[in-house]
């Protein structure tokens, strides 16, 4: 929802947000999600914080684990095939994490699909690498190259699995491409165990936040 700037302060967004929560009321809708540009607002019509998230940024030389791990179960994946695998992950993970919630196929094969240039932010386009059927890692390749030679960026966009195993062959191969200096990964939970295999996990970044209100 947006106000025109001529017509703010006119209780126009105070009034749609209370005729969608009364009928959500009327029609015992269990819960409901907001996701709004300015804090203040969660509050004032009655949101609270449902999860939260961390944000990873990693460096250079940094990305180096305490014991070297050989991804050998890792296999690139054509997008277009991959939203069955990826679903099944999910639902098997969304079983011992409470509060997660149900995320079908189809939903997966339109975030896998929906990839316009516009959208990528000098990315390239989305990449599935699976480890088998217990785990995948969906993420970008910025690519970059400064005066000291490649300065490219990979963009984690989702890395979830079954097992400690697959976790740590899916977050090494992604801190082991070539010609990348740094990582980003947003979304990720809070116990994501990628700082506690990282020689120098203080050097990895991260920023707390709120994934849903």
Known sequence: ??????????????????????????????????????????????????????TFRLDGPWRRFTEPVVPTGVALVDVAD????????????????????SFAEDKWRLYLEHDPPGARSGGSARQVVTCGDRGFVVY????????????????VERCMAT???????????????DLVQHLEAHMRPVDDPLPWWLAERHRLVITDGTSCY
């Not at 000291?148 to 963009?155: E, K, S």
């Not at 097992?163 to 977050?171: K, N, P």
């Open 140 to 155: 970008r390749i910025r690519r970059g190259w400064g005066d000291a030679g490649p300065d490219g960026t990979v963009q």
């Open 163 to 177: 097992d400690s195993d697959a976790w740590r062959q899916l977050w090494s191969y992604v801190c082991n491409l």
């Open 82 to 101: 991959a939203a069955p695998l990826l679903s099944d992950v999910y639902e098997r993970m969304r079983t011992d994490v409470p509060g997660m919630m």
């Open 1 to 54: 929802v947006g106000v025109a700037p001529t017509h703010r302060r006119r209780g126009v967004l105070r009034s749609l947000m209370r005729r969608q929560l009364d009928d959500l009321h009327a029609a015992g809708t269990p819960w409901a999600a907001l996701y709004a540009s300015e804090a203040g607002i969660y509050g004032r019509f009655g949101y609270g914080v449902a999860s939260r998230c961390q």
